[in-house]
């Protein structure tokens, strides 16, 4: 048997969530989304969408198409900082970087699929897709491990609370407001739970007292003090060498990054 097997795209995810952070993990339905799956041309895909109409969700098969290599422990994002075997996760650093996700269908147009909310970014190439059928789909009963005990404790009510700076909130209205950059909700959950040092949270210490928590194309700063969270600023995340060239110009919210450091330039907290 080879040990090489070929695969082709049958089209590729439209959405605005340009990285990772803007995907949430197994988003919730009651969020609103507009995103789209346009499958290729001239493959006859028209017709093998028949009566696929009435299906409330569909399973996408999909590729992590910016993840280069795979690791046999990972650091889950959720729960507390410590590594899982990489099967025991949905990790997308896989040695076959598959992802599945079963999304709401919203409507067919041509060859265009109207999706739900889902955990994939922009430009995401989909290998296939399935009706999600209930009855064969779902387990709600069955058993899920070290995944049970971690949302046990995610049950519990938070133990921090978070308060946000005049500074950092004149930052965040502005952003919304002049952008439609919004990033605050999760912000706040993520750094309600545990503001520890999280790899993949994209949390870190910056200096003896501050830390900082990456948000997308955004940063915050902000300091603990025993169980209070006070965020003092947000930042651009990307430099502005990166943001001034023109060879870049897949930068996340690029525009909204070069006004934000004309409006609070280089405020280094």
């Known amino acids: 048997m080879s040990l090489s097997l070929t695969l082709q795209p049958?089209?590729?995810?439209r959405t605005c969530q340009q990285v990772k952070f803007q995907a949430g993990h197994q988003p919730a339905t009651a969020t609103a989304a507009a995103n789209e799956l346009e499958l290729r041309p001239g493959?006859?895909?028209?017709?093998?969408?028949?009566?696929?109409a009435g299906m409330e969700r569909v399973w996408l098969l999909w590729w992590f198409h910016r993840n280069e290599d795979w690791r046999p422990l990972v650091l889950p994002p959720r729960g507390p900082s410590r590594r899982r075997g990489v099967f025991a996760t949905r990790s997308p650093h896989r040695p076959n970087p598959l992802g599945l996700t079963a999304v709401p269908l919203l409507g067919i147009t041509g060859r265009t699929l109207q999706l739900g909310p889902c955990d994939l970014v922009d430009g995401t190439p989909v290998?296939?897709?399935?009706?999600?059928?209930?009855?064969?789909?779902?387990?709600p009963d069955s058993r899920a491990g070290w995944i049970d005990a971690?949302?046990?404790?995610?049950?519990?009510p938070a133990r921090f609370t978070v308060?946000?700076?005049?500074?950092?909130?004149?930052?965040?209205?502005?952003?919304?407001?002049?952008?439609?950059?919004?990033?605050?909700?999760?912000?706040?959950?993520?750094l309600a739970r545990d503001p520890s040092p999280h790899r993949t949270r994209r949390i870190r210490r910056r200096g003896p007292v501050n830390s900082e928590i990456?948000?997308?194309?955004?940063?915050?700063?902000?300091?603990?003090?025993?169980?209070t969270v006070s965020v003092l600023a947000v930042e651009a995340a990307y430099p502005m060498k990166f943001l001034t060239r023109a060879e870049y110009h897949d930068v996340p919210d690029r525009e909204a990054q070069l006004a934000f450091l004309a409006r609070w330039p280089a405020e280094g907290i």
């Not at 290998?127 to 387990?139: E, G, I, S, T």
């Not at 308060?163 to 993520?190: K, N």
């Open 10 to 13: 049958i089209g590729f995810l």
């Open 43 to 52: 493959c006859g895909y028209e017709q093998a969408l028949q009566d696929l």
């Open 127 to 139: 290998f296939d897709l399935k009706p999600y059928v209930a009855a064969y789909d779902a387990f």
């Open 150 to 156: 971690m949302e046990a404790e995610e049950r519990a």
């Open 163 to 190: 308060e946000i700076s005049a500074a950092a909130g004149e930052q965040i209205r502005w952003l919304r407001e002049t952008w439609g950059v919004e990033f605050t909700p999760r912000l706040m959950t993520l």
């Open 214 to 227: 990456g948000c997308g194309a955004w940063r915050a700063v902000f300091v603990v003090d025993q169980t």
